[in-house]
C-alpha cells in the first residue's frame, strides 16, 4: 500500500472533517440539532445540492494545495539530501587525501633513494603498511554505512549469539586492552539471542569498544552488562575513564566527527566508527543513547530485538 504524503493526508482529514459535518447539518432538520428527519422537502435536496458544489470546490483548491505542499516537502529534502552528501564526499576527499599521501611520500622517498639505510627503509615501509591498513578500514566502512543507506533490502538476516560474539571480540582486543593498561568486564549472561546481521551487530560491540580504547584514556576499566526484557535485549557499555565533554555528545554519531583528531587517526579510527553503530542499531529496530556517568566515563546504552522464536517461548520456570 502506497504511504500517503503529507499533502495527501492533509486533504483527506479536511475533506472527512467537512463531509462528516455536512452529512449531520442535512440530516438535522433544525438548527438545534434535537431531532433527526428525513429528506423530504425539497430544501433538503437544495441543501444536499450546495454542498456536493461546496465540497468539489473544495476539494479542487485542497488538491491543489496538497500538490504544491508535496512539491515543496520533496525539494527541501532534496536540497537537505544534496548537501548531506556533498559534505560527505568532501569529508570522505579529505579523508582519503591524507593516507595516499602518506603512502606517496614514503614510496617516491623509497625509490628516489636506493641507497638509504636499510632500517630507515623499514621504518619507511611500515609507515606506509600503517597507512594502507588505515585506507582499507576508512574503504570498509565507508561501504558498510553505503550498504545499510542504499543496499539494506539486501542485507541477510539470521540468529546472532551476541554473547560468543562478543567474547570473540574480548579475544581479538585483548593485546590491545592489555598496551593501555585497560581492563575489560563482560557481564553478559551466555547465549544471547537476536535476530540480526553478523556483521553489523558485531560492528556495534567493536566499534563501542574501540571507542573507548582510543578516548577514555590508560587505566581505564569497561563495563558492558546487559538487561532482559520482553521483546529485547537492552545492552550498557560503560567505562570510567575522561568521559566526554557535554558539548561533544550531541554530535558522536555524526559521520567523521572526531573529538580529538589527531588522537583518533593516531589509533586508526576513521571517524565512522559510531556513525555505524547508530545506523546498525536503528537498522535493527532498536534505539540508542549515549551520556556521562556519574563518576566519570561515558555510557552507551542501546536495544537489540530478540530472537523471534524466543519471543514465544514459555518463561524458564515452566520449561522442562
Known sequence: MKQLTEGRKMFVSVMAIFAVYAVIFILFEDYDRRSMAPMSETSDWHLLGFTLVVMSLLAILLHRYAQRMDERISREKEEQHAQMRRELTQNISHELKTPVASILGYMETLIDNPDMAPATQQQFIRRSHQQAKRLTALLHDISTLNRMDYAAENISWQP?????????????????????????????????????NDGLIYSIFRNILDNSVCYAGEGTHIVLSAIEFSDSWWFNFSDNGVGIPAEHLSRLFERFYRIDKGRSRQMGGTGLGLAIVKNAVLLHGGTITTHNGNNGGVSFTFTLKKLKAELHSPPPEFQN
Open 160 to 196: 546472532v549469539n551476541v554473547s560468543q560474539l562478543v567474547a570473540d571480540i574480548v579475544s581479538e582486543t585483548t593485546p590491545l586492552l592489555e598496551k593501555q593498561h585497560m581492563t575489560f568486564d563482560n557481564q553478559l549472561p551466555a547465549d544471547i539471542m537476536v535476530e540480526g
